[in-house]
């Protein structure tokens, strides 16, 4: 067993945990990551952007109103104030990084997305910013004298003092071996959980590890039942399935049916860029009955907006789909989780010596469904501020604690069977309709999983009580509200909207 000293472990190497890592100097930080940071994170898949007021005529008030209108009176006001105030900072700190982002003449050059107003959402290099972003952050952590990056540890499980201090992390090297982690403070920045759906958008590093672990240490969790799926995902049965951006649909890009007709129009005033969760609804209750739905993008494929859109132009190319001509199957998919760690304004969780930021926090900025491209910015804006907070707590003389209790935990991987097995099970009662029917068995079928788990399989445990948790988050809220639509509770009940 090999151990590891540190200040300040940073769990997690995407926009979250790098901006962290990079505020926090002079702490001296040890950013690990499960994979390679460049292809095994959501920043790095990210296409549409990163939202900001930066307009002529948008104000902060402006994206504020259309954040919370998304979020379905779940919001929590101040927090999406601080970080929508940031975000003129933020940009200007990528920009010093040397992130391209997109301009024209005029200035910005900005797009509009599904629930903002008006063009908000700044993109890099077209469609392919999370990784313009993720590399000009890297390249950044990479030269800084105060960061240490290790790629393909993957984290297991947190150590804690005899007081209750976290106070690191036990995890596997490459190789496998057992890792021992210590440090002064620890942050989680581990992403999101849409790979324990069957049908998400996310790469293998979202499972969910990071809040999980943050729950089994008993850290307060919020907002699980809030999973918000991706209405225009390439139906081609990969995994995960490649996503066309809400971008296409804001250049003129429509949804169709099997018979070839527009449907959104039906169903919401804004079409097409109705709220997500509206235009996910929609396009799932057709994919369940078996009917395909259909994104034509001719209109913008065949102009010359065409090259803002890259990455959904290889995707469409890479399975034989040419969607200058055709359109294009797609279906609804897991994409981001809303609920996540409970942190106050500097990303502190409740449990002493222990951080969150990025998409596994909760800071209620996004409430019941988030509002395109905003959680780029919040993964941003919020490791910043993570960062800075540990900054001003630096103090050499405070010793690193290395007493924790229990041993190495055991090194059992989930067996694939285990993971489809959970997969399958929340895909068939947490999707875009839900009904507590459902969840009711889906609650059963996961405790007869968790008794068939063998007792040293600690990942996959973790991993089956966070899908208990939010089955459970699920039963409880007898409403409909944002991502969180019960078919047997169809209306949001006023009683339980953030005041
Ligand atoms: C396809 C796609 C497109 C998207 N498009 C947009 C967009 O246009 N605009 C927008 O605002 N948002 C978008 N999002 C969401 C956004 O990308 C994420 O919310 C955001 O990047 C999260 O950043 P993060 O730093 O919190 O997590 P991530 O970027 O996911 O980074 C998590 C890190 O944690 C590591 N990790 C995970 N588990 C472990 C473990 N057990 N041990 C060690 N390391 C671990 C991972 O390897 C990774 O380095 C998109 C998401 C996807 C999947």
């Known amino acids: 067993m090999r151990t590891i000293e540190t200040d300040v472990l940073v769990i997690g190497a995407g926009a979250a945990g790098l901006c962290a890592a990079l505020s926090a100097e002079p702490r001296r930080v040890l950013v690990v990551s499960a994979g390679d940071p460049r292809v095994a994170s959501s920043t790095a898949l990210a296409q549409g952007g990163l939202a900001a007021p930066l307009g002529e005529g948008d104000s902060i008030e402006a994206q504020m109103a259309d954040t919370l209108e998304a979020g379905c009176h779940a919001s929590e006001r101040r927090a999406a104030l601080r970080v929508i105030r940031a975000a ?32 908000r959402v700044l993109h890099a290099h077209g ?55 210590e440090a002064r403070d620890t942050v989680i920045a581990t992403g999101g959980l849409g790979r324990l759906f069957p049908f998400t958008t996310n790469g293998e590093s979202a499972q969910g590890d990071g809040l999980a672990m943050a729950l089994g240490h008993g850290a307060r969790v919020a907002g699980l039942e809030f999973i918000q799926f991706h209405p225009t995902a390439l139906a081609t049965g990969e995994d995960p399935v490649p996503l066309l951006t809400e971008a296409l649909r804001g250049a003129g890009a429509v949804l169709l049916d099997a018979e070839g007709r527009r449907f959104m129009r039906e169903l919401h005033p804004l079409a097409e860029l109705a709220p997500r969760d509206v235009v996910a609804r929609a396009v799932w209750s057709r994919r369940v009955r078996g009917e395909a739905v259909w994104l034509d993008a001719t209109p913008v494929f065949r102009c010359e907006r065409a090259e803002e859109f890259p990455a959904a132009l290889a995707a469409c190319r890479a399975h034989g789909i040419d969607p200058a ?29 222990l951080w969150a ?3 596994v926090a909760w800071t209620g900025m996004h409430g019941a469904n988030r509002l395109a491209s905003n959680s780029l910015l919040e993964a941003v804006v919020c490791g910043r501020t993570v960062g800075h907070a540990l900054a001003r707590e630096h103090d050499p003389m405070r010793h690193v604690c290395v007493r924790s209790h229990g041993d190495a935990p055991p090194m059992v991987q989930p067996t694939a069977t285990d993971g489809h097995r959970l997969r399958a099970i929340l895909g068939r009662c947490m999707g875009p309709l839900r009904h507590g029917r459902d969840l009711e068995q889906g609650e059963r079928e996961l405790l007869a999983l968790g008794s068939s788990l063998a007792p040293e399989a600690l990942i996959a445990r973790r991993r089956l009580e966070l899908a208990l948790a939010m089955v459970r988050a699920a039963l409880d809220r007898r409403e409909s509200r944002g991502a969180h639509w019960r078919e047997d509770y169809p209306r949001r009940d006023p009683a339980r909207d953030t005041r």
């Open 88 to 119: 003129g900072d933020a940009v200007s700190f990528l920009c010093d990084l040397g992130v391209p982002f997109d301009r024209d003449t005029a200035g910005w050059r900005l797009h509009r997305e599904a629930g903002h107003s008006r063009a």
């Open 127 to 181: 469609d392919r910013t999370g990784e313009a972003i993720l590399a000009a952050l890297l390249a950044a952590a990479v030269r800084a004298a105060h960061i240490e990056i290790l790629c393909g540890v993957s984290v297991l499980t947190l150590r804690e003092s005899g007081e209750g201090r976290i106070c690191g992390a036990w995890g596997a090297d490459p190789a496998g071996g057992a890792l021992r982690i």
């Open 325 to 353: 001509r055709e359109p294009i199957p797609v279906t609804a998919a897991a994409h981001y989780h809303m609920g996540g760690i409970v942190v106050d304004v500097l990303g502190r969780s409740g449990r002493a010596g």
């Open 357 to 359: 930021c990025g998409e």
